[in-house]
């Protein structure tokens, strides 16, 4: 078990489980990527494995497959001696899993995706009546928001005819409604109930409830209808602690009900059949092709389901869970143009729209727009909240690299005269892209330091995101003022492999663009939405071998050179192309993974320079140095390259991933950090701050020097001080200290922190003895540069202070890191037998079609067992 997790990337999910009846029967519980069985069947890390099963196991395994292995894996597996498969295809299905980020799964498959509730219920008449109601729904809503962590949205919603009429409306996991009625923290809600309301509550739940839920709903004698699923997605995470959109504020005026403008809507849209089966079938058809190209198309859509009326057999509902303005991309997505020829010929007029929660005035408008084909209701929202994140948790890249995020910069001028209110547009048009964009995942606007008339927007964004980006309507008003404020047209440089689409349009439109292109590369960042385990600070770094943060990842880019002569680089990068598939097999601890081009050496007559780029795991780096299956690139670079390596570390490697350096020879340069921890998680695992409020976070770096003969004596103090630091400022996310690689006196505190931590940092009293010791081994004040846009708050504070820090100002902007979403600690595997012996934690188990994943369930039949003493207390154990 421990070999396939330290070898299998795509083993995702595996367990070893004994037989409820049989003590010598076995099961292997896999769920993996497609093809990653055959990877499993031919590791030869198994041997040991397999031998032991040859000994003391009896025959062969007998495979069931559910979900659709590609033709590769079931020639492999017809060729394979001693393996008995039973296939369980899929019908239809999808899976987003790219890794373990997100739980995604058919419904008429998967059984407990999140569900929807709507629970209807009455008020007594009479305005006091109501307002003690609303009164206790408030103080009810913000106890279910502190103590059911599984309610990922829950609103309270006034019925638009009916002023007695209310709604509980909810998205959650699918058992989160047991914890809910159960919950103790709401009795004073359901006492006023029986004062101020009528009956009991009329329950809509649409979705696949579990057997319990549907058991305790029935014990309870809840009146309740199910909405059963027929197919549907979702990209809800298997965490709501992934990400929070702004909340609302519980208001007791039941005037103030546009509370949650900008919150996620559900929508239930009532669709009606023309009589006959044949219809039916044609329209189900239908809705299946248009189900898979709204998940592939639109990304603000987070759950989406198409159910049917559990009376009526010509009736259906499309149920959605998505992003407030979303609702427009859906109705303007072209793709949807089949499935509206369909609706014309086997559905019966328009679609009846019930609308959960506060819509934005263009959701309103649109709707009001369309006519008579669209008939809504909207259930306004009184209060609620969300924990989740907009759909960009994990990516949706496409998993073999060719539809990989790009960064862009693109360059704007502006008239001088100009530059105010030119500014004033661009944060408007922030604001605009941050609502209406969720595929730009990092968007800044940066005034060049040698011209403050000149501009650059950049971004890191996936891959067509940039398309929606050129064509968004909102950006109308910025457009304008740019024709009005600014000077010619934008420059753009692009960093990545945008796809064609994306080409056609940047050359339709005439934008002048330079393409810096990866020639091929892979990332698992949305495979890693958590984050890495802290350093440990607790003892006195040596001054000669100050090798502190090695738990935490390091950045390398290796330049390489190609022997001049285009069939020397065709060569050259045949062999890359080869080994990067390799490497994204072979070694998980490679988080990405690039090979790129040098934009400034691409003359094929004089030989061309490449560099690998990679962020990994700090030993990942001895793994990718011993990893043999890369012999045949390392041939292939003696043959058509040039020379060894040259090596950039940024970071603290490891004695042995340093050693490993030099026995290759390669030449290298150090970027090393003395002390150090991070609480960072992966960057988009969620959003963070508003951007209107000016406070994202911000980086400093402070600049010191060290008296000569003190420099092991300040070390030692510098490490108390990170550890005191650690201990007592959360909002300090990111520290290490520092050396100059040419001054051996001069060091520097780099921080990533929350923007008024910076004053919390200045003033935190803990660090006095620090302080002290600075002043008598240190040689002068800190230089500190600043980057980002500090509160008006730390600049007094830093002024009154005497410092002068240089501030390097963002103009707008905002960021979609979290400041409080880690640390997620890193399991390790323990060497022990017993040492730890907790179940996984199961992400996502689904049938999935397409030749993406698949469940496995291997029997290992009738193994002999091997008694053991246990020295510590005795008992039996199994060793295997």
Request: glycine share 10%.
């Amino acid at each position: 078990m421990h070999t396939i997790e330290a070898t299998e990337p795509g083993m995702l999910h595996h367990t070893f489980d004994q037989d409820p009846i049989d003590p010598t029967k076995f099961y292997w519980l896999s769920y993996l990527e497609n093809e990653a069985l055959m990877a499993h069947f031919a590791n030869p890390a198994l041997g040991p494995c397999t031998a032991a099963h040859g000994a003391l196991g009896v025959g062969g395994f007998d495979l069931n497959i559910y979900g659709v292995p590609s033709t590769a894996v079931k020639d492999f597996l017809a060729s394979a001696p001693g393996i008995a498969v039973t296939y369980y295809e899929s019908f239809y299905g999808y899976s987003h899993i790219y890794g373990n980020c997100t739980t995604i799964a058919d419904p008429a498959y998967g059984g407990l995706l999140p569900i929807v509730t709507v629970a209807g219920l009455y008020t007594k008449p009479g305005l006091g009546n109501v307002t003690e109601y609303l009164l206790a729904a408030t103080r009810a809503m913000n106890t279910i928001e502190l103590t059911e962590p599984r309610m990922w949205h829950h609103t309270f919603e006034k019925d638009p005819v009916d002023g007695t009429k209310f709604y509980w409306v909810s998205f959650l996991e699918n058992e989160g409604l047991l914890a809910h009625f159960y919950n103790p923290a709401l009795g004073a809600y359901m006492a006023a109930h029986g004062a101020y309301g009528v009956g009991g509550f009329d329950l809509n739940l649409y979705g696949t409830a579990s057997a319990e839920v549907k058991s305790f709903i029935a014990s309870a004698g809840i009146s309740t209808t199910y909405y059963q699923s027929l197919s549907g997605y979702t990209r809800i995470p298997n965490m709501p602690q992934c990400g929070q959109i702004a909340q609302t504020t519980a208001s007791n005026d039941p005037n103030s009900w546009q509370t949650g403008n900008m919150l996620p809507v559900i929508t239930v849209a009532g669709v009606r059949v023309k009589p006959g089966q044949g219809n039916v079938t044609e329209y189900l058809f239908a809705a299946a092709q248009a189900m898979n190209a709204i998940e592939a198309t639109e990304p603000g859509m987070l759950h989406h389901t198409f159910e049917r009326d559990p009376f009526d057999g010509t009736k259906f509902y499309w149920v959605s869970f998505l992003e407030n303005e979303a609702l427009m991309a859906h109705f303007y997505n072209p793709a949807l143009g089949v499935y509206m020829a369909a609706h014309g010929a086997y559905g019966i007029g328009g679609f009846e729209l019930n609308l959960y929660g506060t819509a934005s005035a263009e959701v309103r408008s649109f709707i009001g727009a369309a006519g008579p084909g669209m008939q809504p209701t909207y259930y306004e929202s009184f209060v609620g909240y969300s924990l989740l994140p907009r759909g960009n948790c994990s990516m949706m890249s496409d998993p073999v690299g060719r539809m990989l995020p790009i960064i862009t910069v693109a360059t704007t001028k502006v008239r001088q005269e100009n530059v105010t209110q030119y500014l004033a547009a661009v944060h408007q048009a922030m604001i605009t892209i941050e609502q209406t964009e969720p595929g730009m995942l990092f968007h800044d606007f940066v005034n060049d330091p040698k011209n403050d008339a000149s501009f650059f927007w950049t971004s890191y964004l996936e891959n067509e995101a940039l398309l929606a980006h050129f064509v968004n309507p909102a950006m109308g008003p910025y457009l304008t003022a740019h024709g009005l404020l600014g000077v010619g047209s934008f420059h753009i440089n692009m960093y990545g492999t945008p796809s064609m689409d994306v080409r056609a349009f940047i050359a339709a439109a005439g934008i002048p663009t330079t393409y810096h292109e990866t020639v091929l590369g892979f990332s698992r960042i949305d495979e890693f939405c958590g984050g890495y385990i802290q350093t440990n600070t607790e003892s006195p770094p040596p001054a000669a071998s100050p090798h502190f943060g090695l738990t935490l990842p390091i950045i390398t880019a290796a330049k390489v050179l190609v022997k001049p002569g285009i069939g020397n680089v065709t060569e050259y990068l045949h062999a890359a192309a080869l080994a990067m598939g390799v490497i994204e097999d072979t070694e998980p601890g490679m988080l990405h993974h690039t090979f790129d081009m040098d934009p400034s050496d691409v003359d094929y007559t004089s030989g061309s320079t490449f560099w690998w780029v990679s962020f990994l795991e700090n030993n990942a780096f001895l793994e990718h140095f011993s990893n043999p299956a890369i012999g045949p690139y390392i041939s292939a670079h003696g043959e058509y390259g040039i020379g060894p390596f040259d090596l950039m570390v940024i970071g603290v490697p490891t004695t042995e991933v340093r050693a490993a350096i030099t026995a290759a020879g390669i030449p290298v340069t150090y970027y090393d950090s003395f002390i150090g921890y991070s609480r960072i998680p992966d960057h988009n695992c969620t959003m963070m701050s508003d951007p209107t409020n000016r406070l994202l976070p911000i980086i400093s770096i402070g600049r010191l020097l060290v008296k000569r003969d003190n420099v092991s004596q300040y070390l030692a103090e510098a490490n108390i001080a990170m550890n005191v630091i650690e201990q007592t400022e959360p909002g300090m996310l990111w520290h290490t200290f520092d050396r100059d690689p040419t001054n051996e006196t001069k060091f520097q505190w780099s921080s990533f922190l929350e923007n008024e931590a910076l004053l919390e940092h200045m003033l935190n009293p803990a660090l006095g003895p620090y302080i002290t010791a600075h002043g008598e081994l240190g040689v002068g004040g800190f230089d500190l540069h600043v980057y980002g846009t500090p509160s008006a708050a730390l600049r007094g504070f830093l002024a009154s202070a005497g410092m002068t820090p240089t501030y390097y100002e963002s103009v707008v902007g905002f960021s979609r890191i979290a400041e409080h979403c880690g640390p997620f600690p890193v399991p390790s595997l323990a060497e022990e037998d017993d040492a730890d012996d907790r179940d996984p934690v199961v992400i996502g188990i689904a049938s999935a079609a397409g030749g993406m994943f698949f469940v496995v369930m291997a029997t290992y039949v009738y193994m002999n067992v091997i008694d053991k003493k246990d020295s510590v207390d005795g008992g039996r154990k199994v060793e295997f």
